[in-house]
């Protein structure tokens, strides 16, 4: 009876000593999904400012494309103007490979999680916390196709009625501009 209990004991102590063990894994592994989720907090609100830069920019530029197209008619300098619009793709091509880079490394992230999640936890506790990142993910990827979408225009020019004021007389104007 002795040497059972004392089984037992080595038993019930070794489990306790396994529950700690992944107890303090557990924390690890939630302390870095939780810093996971900053950075793509941090990562979407990166996303947001570029896209208002960029209309901002888009915005600025048709302003001053307008207004010089207004005060200088017909004497718009042409080499000028291509080598503003090649700064500004080279701008934009910039802006996507950074996007792209991030994509890359976030599925690299989201792989390594997922195999440190798949080699350390239980499965059956990681439904809620896998339909919230793959949820996350689908977001990711919606951004994305619309982020495609937007730079599908470019076999033709839209024209947009924006409204302006004459140089002369501060009378409104709607003018038709690409965009």
Not at 6 to 21: A, K, P, S
Not at 58 to 75: E, F, M, S
Not at 145 to 157: N, P, R, Y
């Amino acid at each position: 009876d002795k040497e059972l209990l004392q089984r037992i004991q080595d038993i019930v102590v070794r489990l306790q000593w396994e529950c700690e063990r992944l107890s303090s894994v557990t924390g690890g592994l939630l302390q870095d999904f939780q810093q996971k989720e900053k950075d793509i907090e941090a990562l979407f609100q990166s996303l947001e400012k570029l896209k208002k830069d960029k209309a901002e920019e888009q915005y600025l530029l048709l302003t001053v494309i307008w207004a010089d197209k207004a005060a200088l008619g017909t004497k718009v300098n042409r080499t000028q103007f291509e080598a503003c619009m090649e700064r500004l793709e080279e701008r934009m091509q910039e802006v996507l490979s950074w996007v792209s880079s991030q994509e890359q490394h976030w599925h690299e992230v989201q792989k390594q999680l997922s195999d440190i999640m798949d080699s350390k936890l239980d499965h059956l506790g990681l439904g809620p916390f896998q339909k919230q990142v793959e949820k996350t993910w689908k977001t990711i990827k919606e951004l994305e196709e619309e982020k495609k979408t937007e730079h599908d225009d470019t076999a033709g020019i839209e024209w947009v009625l924006a409204p302006y004021e004459c140089l002369s007389c501060d009378w409104n104007l709607n003018m038709r501009v690409p965009g």
